[in-house]
């Protein structure tokens, strides 16, 4: 097997730095240091010193990583201890009045108590940053917000860099992109414009940026990622009418306006280009396929420097030097020698973080891989290229380790592609209608109205991560993880039995992840150690990496749920990944089509949900929770990635009984848009987030949209440590009434509980049990 290509690129101080860039860097550490320490902080098992001393040494290494490499703009203010969204909510003092907040700087009680909520207090919004699977902090606003400088971190970041000898350029999330992806707090008029406030936040920014000055910046990169957008001519004006109010504050700054995950609208790119006071313009030319013929055909201005993403910031696959090297001398030729940066596509919070540290990946595999630390060597060594220095053994290393992967026999299985193949042409449904199906499920299930369920997965206890870990380092035998796991689904079936849930589940105790676990068991997927990415807050998750095609070489739940099955007479639900999610959550192949590799895994999944039905199992759950979220940005786009994804959906389960209940969950985004293509992919039963995004999946449901298949729209946030009263849930359970015929309706959290304790587990479902139960009690009284 051949060896992975290796980095032995670096920075003299002698050595003047090419022109090079990193839109932004991973911020959890290459050993998840900061999830620890914030984790063990939150537990109050240490202090806020300890947090901020790991916070820091964290960002010193990556500034001295930048640096080493010899990256000439090295970003800044790209940390953050929960998310970058919400550090501009504390910068600009946007703190909704619930918090308490009386003025000056904000402190960590109240920046984790909007991220997180507290005993008395819900969270703000969590939702899906544009197509990723990050999720950001959304920001409430109304009329009567006042905007204040409140939080000094990008200065104090600045300044903290600088100590170390690193003159770095301080990241701010762009005024424009902040109030497009804020939303009108709770009272406010739905209707009310966010871009109203932009006078009242550019107030903010002029004093950040008269900071950033005072203490010596010569760049500042602003990130306005909604420019990729469909934006309509009145949002645009807002980023011309913003940089214009902007300009002489940032006079004597050079001005970076950064773009990524899409192509730049021709009408936008027109918009950017023309902005005042701005010196340079960050395009994402790995998703922005089009973007290279958009500037060709439409120019590039003279004044301006062009920041080429052709460093992909979203997958771990090894840039291809050579085509990269050729776009970027076909934008030399168009913007000029002295005007082209090499950058990321996007911030490589993305991606994993450093592929030093996989130490059991094999070495064939290892070699086609770049993690974050790899991607900055790669942008150096195309500045070195392009500026006439071109390393020939570390380009020639690379050559080599893309054709391995082309030619390798493990990346193609043609039985596989061939079933996949003949996909295409066909329509995959059940052969009757969802109303013919519950009515089926109902005789056969018995189930109350509201019937209650839950998610999936119960709370994931030390003691039983330290099984699966003994399981898997040989140091206890297969029998003795039987066992340990058996006792665990018994006494998750136990509880729901005592607290009266409907329809149960196992727990998924011997999973560590929804998409992992199914991915170690699927040919076609690699795996690594420390390959962690943030998703939220301290949560972190590790997408298995589909290098080749995807097939099932045999039964991967079965066992478990026949056996949870086995402990109770109500029905057990059996708990799978659909193919759209294990697509969605993976580092996914770039060498085919994406929708050819979920047809891939739809087939897989297939088959398990056929041998669960023979297995006696009445009751199956194919999760899409991040079906929305791979929704292109682009208009143009979506009808097609929706038709293939409903379709590799119905793939599933198109081969089962009537009797036989599919049920699909959903996790927090924004559905209402695609409400059409939910109710396409013909599940008898939907469980989706709800309580944290103020119920706005009801609206669509009260404009009359109808919706004849159960429905389960979450009654509380697990993502929150509070438990809700049982009054609470009776009152979210009346508003879902009000829209939602009662024979549809099912009550379940909005989504599992792994990653909650049963100390606030016990008390949520015996709130949300006993709300159903009074809710029936009062329908039977009425009728």
């Known amino acids: 097997m051949r060896?992975?290509?290796?980095?032995?690129?670096?920075?003299?101080?002698?050595?003047?730095?090419?022109?090079?860039?990193?839109?932004?860097?991973?911020?959890?550490?290459?050993?998840?240091?900061?999830?620890?320490?914030?984790?063990?902080?939150?537990?109050?098992?240490?202090?806020?010193?300890?947090?901020?001393?790991?916070?820091?040494?964290?960002?010193?290494?990556?500034?001295?990583?930048?640096?080493?490499?010899?990256?000439?703009?090295?970003?800044?203010?790209?940390?953050?201890?929960?998310?970058?969204?919400?550090?501009?909510?504390?910068?600009?003092?946007?703190?909704?009045?619930?918090?308490?907040?009386?003025?000056?700087?904000?402190?960590?009680?109240?920046?984790?108590?909007?991220?997180?909520?507290?005993?008395?207090?819900?969270?703000?919004?969590?939702?899906?940053?544009?197509?990723?699977?990050?999720?950001f902090i959304v920001p409430e606003l109304g009329p009567d917000m006042k905007f204040s400088y409140a939080s000094h971190k990008a200065v104090t970041e600045y300044k903290e860099a600088k100590a170390l000898g690193v003159d770095t350029v301080p990241v701010l999330v762009g005024p424009v992109s902040y109030l497009l992806m804020s939303k009108p707090a709770k009272g406010v008029e739905k209707s009310f414009s966010t871009l109203s406030l932009l006078?009242?936040?550019?107030?903010?920014?002029?004093?950040?940026?008269?900071?950033?000055?005072?203490?010596?910046?010569?760049?500042?990169?602003?990130?306005?990622?909604?420019?990729?957008?469909?934006?309509?001519?009145?949002?645009?004006?807002?980023?011309?009418?913003?940089?214009?109010?902007?300009?002489?504050?940032?006079?004597?700054?050079?001005?970076?306006?950064?773009?990524?995950?899409?192509?730049?609208?021709?009408?936008?790119?027109?918009t950017v280009t023309g902005l005042k006071g701005v010196t340079a313009i960050g395009l994402d030319l790995v998703r922005g396929t089009q973007t290279v013929d958009l500037i060709k055909s439409a120019g590039f201005p003279s004044d301006k420097f062009l920041f080429a993403g052709v460093v992909d910031g979203r997958n771990i696959w090894a840039n291809?030097?050579?085509?990269?090297?050729?776009?970027?001398?076909?934008?030399?030729?168009?913007?000029?020698?002295?005007?082209?940066?090499?950058?990321?596509?996007?911030?490589?919070?993305?991606?994993?973080?450093?592929?030093?540290?996989?130490?059991?990946?094999?070495?064939?595999?290892?070699?086609?891989?770049?993690?974050?630390?790899?991607?900055?060597?790669?942008?150096?060594?195309?500045?070195?290229?392009?500026?006439?220095?071109?390393?020939e053994a570390f380009f020639s290393a690379n050559a080599a380790a893309q054709a391995s992967r082309k030619s390798s026999p493990r990346v193609n299985n043609e039985a596989v592609q061939k079933a996949a193949a003949a996909l295409k042409g066909s329509d995959h449904r059940r052969a009757t209608t969802v109303s013919a199906r519950l009515d089926a499920q109902q005789k056969k299930l018995n189930l109350p109205i509201l019937p209650?369920?839950?998610?999936?997965?119960?709370?994931?206890?030390?003691?039983?991560?330290?099984?699966?870990?003994?399981?898997?380092?040989n140091k206890i035998s297969e029998e003795e993880y039987v066992k340990a796991i058996k006792e665990e689904i018994s006494s998750v079936v136990k509880l729901q039995e005592e607290l009266d849930i409907d329809v149960l589940v196992h727990g998924e105790p011997e999973r560590n992840d929804m998409v992992e676990y199914f991915g170690e068991q699927l040919q076609g997927f690699a795996f690594t150690v420390n390959g962690w990415v943030q998703s939220y807050g301290s949560r972190c998750v590790k997408p298995p990496i589909i290098y080749g095609d995807v097939s099932r070489p045999k039964a991967m739940t079965v066992f478990w749920s026949a056996m949870a099955q086995s402990m109770t007479s109500r029905p057990m639900k059996g708990m799978l990944t659909g193919p759209v999610t294990i697509l969605n959550w993976s580092f996914v192949r770039n060498d085919q089509p994406r929708f050819e590799t979920c047809y891939q895994i739809a087939l897989a999944i297939k088959d398990e949900v056929e041998d669960l039905e023979a297995a006696g199992i009445q009751v199956i759950q194919i999760d899409e929770a991040a079906l929305r979220e791979g929704l292109p940005l682009r208009k143009s786009e979506q009808s097609f990635y929706l038709e293939w994804a409903v379709h590799s959906f119905r793939i599933t389960n198109c081969g089962v009984q009537d009797t036989t209940q599919i049920h699909t969950h959903m996790c927090y985004s924004n559905f209402n848009d695609i409400i059409h293509s939910i109710i396409d992919m013909d599940a008898d039963v939907i469980t989706i987030e709800n309580s944290r995004s103020d119920e706005k999946l009801l609206s669509v449901f009260r404009e009359g949209v109808k919706y004849g298949a159960g429905i389960g729209p979450g009654v509380y946030d697990i993502h929150s440590p509070r438990i809700p009263s049982t009054?609470?849930?009776?009152?979210?359970?009346?508003?879902?009434?009000?829209?939602?015929?009662?024979?549809?309706?099912?009550?379940?959290?909005?989504?599992?509980?792994?990653?909650?304790?049963?100390?606030?587990?016990?008390?949520?479902?015996?709130?949300?049990?006993?709300?159903?139960?009074?809710?029936?009690?009062?329908?039977?009284?009425?009728?």
């Open 727 to 783: 009054e609470e849930i009776a009152d979210r359970i009346n508003k879902m009434l009000a829209v939602l015929e009662t024979n549809i309706l099912w009550v379940n959290p909005d989504c599992g509980l792994k990653t909650r304790k049963y100390a606030e587990v016990k008390p949520a479902l015996t709130a949300m049990v006993e709300a159903a139960k009074l809710l029936r009690t009062q329908l039977a009284s009425a009728k």
């Open 3 to 135: 060896k992975p290509y290796t980095f032995s690129l670096s920075c003299s101080s002698s050595e003047e730095k090419m022109a090079s860039h990193i839109v932004g860097y991973p911020r959890m550490g290459p050993k998840r240091e900061l999830k620890f320490a914030l984790e063990s902080f939150w537990d109050g098992k240490s202090g806020i010193e300890d947090l901020q001393k790991v916070a820091a040494n964290l960002r010193s290494s990556i500034w001295k990583q930048m640096t080493d490499a010899c990256i000439k703009y090295i970003p800044s203010n790209t940390f953050s201890y929960y998310d970058q969204v919400l550090d501009t909510t504390a910068m600009l003092g946007a703190v909704p009045p619930r918090y308490g907040w009386s003025g000056g700087e904000i402190g960590f009680d109240i920046y984790f108590s909007m991220a997180r909520g507290n005993a008395t207090l819900p969270a703000m919004e969590m939702t899906k940053w544009f197509d990723t699977n990050y999720h």
């Open 452 to 473: 209650t369920t839950t998610i999936g997965s119960f709370p994931q206890t030390m003691d039983l991560r330290r099984v699966r870990r003994e399981y898997k380092a």
């Open 320 to 391: 291809d030097l050579a085509a990269s090297l050729g776009t970027l001398q076909a934008l030399e030729a168009i913007v000029g020698k002295d005007k082209l940066v090499v950058s990321t596509s996007c911030s490589l919070l993305h991606t994993a973080v450093d592929l030093v540290n996989e130490t059991k990946l094999d070495s064939e595999i290892k070699s086609w891989l770049a993690f974050a630390a790899q991607k900055i060597l790669e942008v150096n060594a195309l500045a070195k290229a392009l500026s006439g220095q071109k390393d």
């Open 199 to 270: 006078s009242g936040i550019l107030t903010v920014y002029k004093e950040v940026v008269a900071e950033l000055k005072a203490a010596g910046a010569s760049w500042i990169q602003f990130d306005e990622p909604t420019l990729v957008l469909d934006l309509d001519a009145h949002k645009l004006e807002a980023f011309t009418h913003a940089y214009s109010e902007l300009e002489s504050s940032l006079s004597g700054l050079n001005v970076l306006i950064e773009t990524y995950f899409a192509d730049v609208p021709a009408e936008a790119y027109k």
